[in-house]
């Protein structure tokens, strides 16, 4: 008999660090454009979203990322195409 076993690491704390201007070292700000229509996309109005062999895209919500990121199959929803 066998049996397939996984490993995963153990968690370990994140390190987060903050990109800056190399002359001024004071932070640097990341916006967030829409491609099309060239307006900014607040936090807020942001999703992810997997792009399929056709040119669609499906839109998963935060938990299906992480869910994802962990190697679960997902269903998710369809989203517009380009």
């Known amino acids: 008999m066998s049996c397939a076993v996984a490993l ?4 370990q704390e994140r390190i987060a660090f903050n990109t800056l201007n190399k002359a001024t070292d004071n932070r640097v700000k990341r916006e967030f454009v829409d491609g099309e229509t060239g307006e900014l996309v ?3 109005d942001q999703v992810k979203g997997y792009q399929t ?4 895209y499906i839109v998963l919500e935060s938990e299906e990322v992480s869910a994802a ?7 998710g929803r369809a ?3 380009t």
């Open 8 to 11: 995963w690491p153990q968690r």
């Open 42 to 44: 607040e936090r807020d």
């Open 53 to 56: 062999d056709n040119g669609q």
């Open 69 to 75: 990121t962990r190697g679960v199959i997902l269903r």
């Open 79 to 81: 989203g517009k195409s």
